[in-house]
């Protein structure tokens, strides 16, 4: 089986990786030249657009990050659909609002192939182990053929209903997840101007109820130390305001994620976009602090 993949940023490079040593023939594109060229280098074949990707490839996975740009390395000029796609399967496993796959699917349906929508949780330590948790939407039968591809990246697939509903519950983690942030940047600046330490406040934090894997995970870099980059703070900040965009949509009021998302702007438009999510609290916690002096 000849597997497609297009976006080679930290995730998708990772993925290639654990396909290929799976013993899986990738052909991949990426609009990042230095991206692709550094793969290639390493044996990846890269190929000149979507376009060729589709017409190489049996199945096509795609992770990128916009919405603007899933929709484009479909239906572009050089997309996906301009290729003869019949037959094909095509995985889409970027974090997305439902709507986009929603207007996805019977464009991809009515030339003749399938999509699925499968984003996962998990980070790249994930991938490499093959241990991601993926959340699919679409129809069941196109998950049975998707699922020798999925297995080979995940430990578990989660089939969460039809088009939409994967990325619906994508949002939903990454929502609580921005939220779980913006709580415990307020419970470090609430600490430290009363004068606790910051390692006292990390150890009590990490015996909390609430106390979860990421944060533990992300003690040292909430510390100062450097990161090992996962997920970076524009990235959620995207998510966030997609699931806020959904739920506007949909009469849901979220009050307490437009709070997070004003949070995540902040840092955005402080140059801290690029930074990892585990620097988050810091960033915050010095505003909190400066805007009460």
């Not at 990738?26 to 230095?34: G, P, R, T, Y």
């Not at 390493?42 to 376009?51: N, Q, T, Y």
């Not at 939220?179 to 015996?207: H, K, N």
């Not at 949070?263 to 620097?279: I, M, P, Q, R, T």
């Amino acid at each position: 089986m000849k597997i497609g993949l297009v976006g080679l940023g930290r995730m998708g490079a990772a993925i290639a990786q654990r396909l290929r040593d799976n013993g899986s023939n990738v052909i991949a594109w990426d609009q990042n030249e230095a991206a692709c060229a550094a793969l290639a280098k390493g044996g990846l074949k890269i190929v000149g657009s979507p376009r060729d990707v589709a017409a190489e490839s049996d199945v096509v996975l795609s992770i990128i990050t916009a919405d603007d740009g899933v929709r484009h390395i479909f239906t572009g000029s050089q997309g996906f659909l301009s290729a003869d796609v019949s037959g094909k399967l095509f995985i889409e496993m970027s974090t997305l609002q439902p709507m986009t796959g929603r207007e996805l699917a019977p464009k991809v349906a009515d030339k003749g192939a399938r999509l699925i929508e499968s984003p996962v949780l998990g980070t790249i330590p994930q991938v490499r182990d093959g241990k991601l948790f993926a959340l699919v939407g679409g129809e069941p039968e196109d998950l049975e053929r998707a699922r020798p591809v999925l297995e080979m990246l995940t430990r578990r697939i989660m089939h969460m209903g039809p088009t939409g509903a994967g990325y619906a519950m994508k949002l939903a983690v990454n929502l609580g997840l921005g939220a779980y942030i913006q709580a415990i940047s307020e419970s470090l600046a609430l600490g430290a101007q009363q004068g606790l330490t910051l390692d006292q406040m990390l150890e009590v934090l990490q015996e909390a109820p609430y106390a979860s894997g990421w944060m533990k995970s992300k003690v040292g870099v909430i510390k100062g130390e450097p990161p090992e980059m996962t997920l970076d703070i524009k990235t959620l900040r995207k998510d966030i305001m997609s699931a806020v965009a959904t739920g506007a949509i949909t009469g849901v009021p979220m009050p307490l994620s437009a709070g997070t998302l004003a949070s995540l702007s902040a840092a955005v438009a402080n140059g801290k976009g690029s930074g990892d999510l585990g620097e988050l609290p810091k960033f915050l916690r010095e505003q909190m602090v400066q805007n009460f002096k």
